[in-house]
C-alpha cells in the first residue's frame, strides 16, 4: 500500500537492524514496559510475518517513499489477550523518533483503518495506549477515534504495580470513515 509519502509493505531483512535500534530507543518504548533487546524485536517480526501469513494484513514495514527510509511500522493487529472487548482487531503504530512529528503515523493510519474496513470487512477497530502516552492518543482522536473511559482497562500483559498498566480504548466504527 501506498499514501502520499510513505510506502506500507511486507518486512525485509533489511529492516531487522533499524528495527532493533527503535526498540531499543528508551523514548520510542517510554509507554512500554521496558526496550526490546535484538532477539525480542526479531521475534515480533517473526510474529508479524506469520500474522500476515494467517490474514493477509498485518503491521506493515514503514519506509518514506521519497527516499526509502525504514521508519517504522503502522498497521492492524489481532489482540486476544483478555479484556472487556477482545477479541479485537488494533490500529497500531510504532516509529522511529527521527519520523516522529511528521504525520507519518497519522497517514499510516488512515490507510490501515481504510483497508481494516474495506478488504478487512471489519465493522470496528480499536487502538489503546498507557494513559499518559498523549502522542499515540493525539493520533488516535485526529483519526476520529472516540474514547469512553468506561472502557479502560487495566493491561494484563503490564506487570501489576507498574504506572504503564492502565490503558486507555479508543473505538471507530466502519460508518464514520
Known amino acids: ?34 526496550p526490546l533487546t ?39 493487529a489481532w489482540q486476544r489477550f483478555e479484556a472487556h472487548f477482545t477479541p479485537a482487531l488494533e490500529v497500531g503504530w510504532r516509529l522511529a523518533r527521527r519520523a516522529w512529528g511528521h504525520g507519518y503515523a497519522t497517514e499510516a493510519a488512515r490507510a490501515a483503518l481504510e483497508y481494516g474496513f474495506g478488504p478487512a470487512g471489519r465493522r470496528e477497530i480499536v487502538s489503546m495506549t498507557a ?15 472516540r474514547r469512553d473511559p468506561a472502557d479502560d482497562f487495566d493491561h494484563p500483559r503490564v506487570p501489576a504495580g507498574s504506572p504503564l498498566r492502565r490503558h486507555v480504548l479508543y473505538r471507530i466504527g466502519r460508518d464514520p470513515l
Open 131 to 145: 494513559v499518559g502516552n498523549l502522542r499515540s492518543r493525539a493520533v488516535m482522536e485526529r483519526l476520529g477515534m
Open 38 to 76: 535484538r532477539e525480542e524485536s526479531d521475534a515480533m517480526v517473526g510474529r508479524i510475518e506469520a500474522a500476515f501469513d494467517e490474514h493477509g494484513y498485518g503491521l506493515w514495514a514503514l519506509e518514506v517513499r521519497a527516499t526509502g527510509e525504514f521508519i517504522g511500522f503502522t498497521g492492524l
Open 1 to 34: 500500500m501506498e499514501t502520499e509519502r510513505l510506502v506500507m509493505r511486507r518486512w525485509r531483512e533489511t529492516d531487522l537492524e533499524p528495527f532493533a535500534e527503535l526498540n531499543a530507543d528508551p523514548e520510542v518504548m517510554r509507554h512500554f514496559p521496558a
